[in-house]
């Protein structure tokens, strides 16, 4: 089955460090059947990203601040609704709730 999905997925290989694209604040550790694990993290003027397909680093928490380049985990296993793709970092862009093209 195949389906479309917001965000952008990236290529990488399996282990490749994850950066914070920016200043923040951790709003959610989880994981998902469609993501498989995942981090969401809250900027500055009404900003959030969402990594999935990641290992997030054990020691980092919900509410926990990050800075820009800080290493926030490492691509895993495509998991989902994208197991069947090569290995990636999904990555997804929103402002006010509403998802951004990048």
């Known amino acids: 089955e195949w389906n479309v999905h917001f ?12 950066y914070a694209i920016r200043d923040g604040k951790i709003k959610d550790i989880n994981f998902s ?13 009404g900003y959030e990203s969402l990594c999935a397909n990641i290992t997030v680093l054990d020691a980092l928490k919900v509410g926990d601040e990050i ?22 970092l999904h990555f997804e862009l929103k402002k006010d709730g509403k998802y951004i093209s990048i």
């Open 33 to 45: 059947y469609e993501y498989g694990d995942y981090i969401i993290i809250e900027y500055d003027e």
């Open 67 to 88: 800075k820009q380049g800080q290493v926030i985990g490492y691509v895993a296993e495509s998991f989902g609704f994208e197991a069947a793709d090569e290995t990636h």
């Open 7 to 18: 965000g952008t997925d990236y290529k990488a290989k399996l282990g490749d460090e994850v």
